[in-house]
């Protein structure tokens, strides 16, 4: 039996480490910029992009409406999961980019979510897509990006940026492009990505074939070698569904190849020329998360990282 003594001290221990493990685990979610500004300061990034033709060539909504409308209608069946934090507050509007090369979709703060035509033209069914998509809308609602360009750049930079300082946009913007986000914020988007399909018709782990289908590739991104591995990406996208117990199948396949034809009619942008575009300070595409020092879990990926961080997987010429 111990004595009082010792068990005061046995008690202490608890608390303590009770109390330093939540401390620790409300550290790594600490996120001092105002979640008010994330919508600002994704506009301000939205207009930069919208900006800058030869790093984003938009495509236009006029004369592509099916494509956006189906793109946006996914994002709306998300949503109406009511599983997505800000759901009713950020501003969840899909933009295209016509860049056929580029496996890639990324999210701004506030809910700007992009999307590669190379990234469509590559994906085989809508559940993939809107696997990928549940993903990226992880990342925004779960203010992964202002978390991590808080610790890169400090709070007052990115207030100054959402109020519309044109010089600080620029550096938000490009900062965003070199960032990463780390191994733990990638494990919970793909996970969410699980969550918001769920209660819906289609296959909840559709990110995973995302992933499988990206390790066939003859030539894998340097991301795939880098980041969090695919194979236990896979492995916890798998589970997941499987504890969510999700019952939907749908893939829409034969709709996606649909949309894939619409896809492939779309004349590409022509080649940058070497010239101004593509330097060194152009804010190429914007992506989230710094590394976090000292802790391999949260080792940031190299630019151009997981399954839907801004990454580009083929590089441009
Ligand atoms: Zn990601």
Known sequence: ?????????????????????????????????????????????????????ADFPLLPVSGNENVYNYLNDIVKKI????????????????????????????????????????LMSFLDSEDQLAGVLGHEIAHAANRHSTQQLTKSLGVQILLDAALGKKEVIKQVTGTLAALSFSRANETQADSFSVLYLCPTNWNANGASGFFKKMQGQPTPPQWLS?????????????????EHQCKGKESNSSVYQ????????????????????????????????????????????????????????????
Not at 79 to 108: G, Q, S
Not at 272 to 291: C, D, I
Request: with cysteine; proline share 11%.
């Open 1 to 53: 039996m111990l004595s009082f003594n010792k068990a005061f001290l046995f008690i202490l221990v608890v608390l303590c480490t009770i109390s330093c493990s939540f401390f620790k685990s409300s550290w790594s979610k600490l996120n001092v910029f105002p979640v008010s500004q994330d919508i600002e300061l994704g506009n301000q990034v939205a207009a930069e992009i919208a900006s800058n033709p």
């Open 79 to 118: 949503l109406a999961t009511n599983l997505v934090d800000y759901a009713r507050d950020f501003k969840w509007e899909v933009k295209i980019i016509n860049d056929p090369k580029t496996l890639n979709a990324f999210c701004t703060p506030g809910g700007h979510i992009y999307v590669y035509t190379g």
């Open 226 to 242: 880098t980041h969090p591995s695919p194979t236990n990406r896979i492995k916890n996208i798998d589970e997941k569904k499987n």
């Open 258 to 317: 649909n949309i894939k034809a619409l896809i492939a009619k779309i004349t590409p942008p022509p080649p940058k020329t070497t010239s101004g575009a593509n330097t060194n300070n152009a804010p190429a595409l914007p992506k989230t998360n710094t590394p976090t020092p000292g802790k391999s879990d949260e080792k940031p990926a190299p630019a151009g990282t997981g399954p839907m961080a801004p990454k580009k997987v083929l590089k441009k010429g």
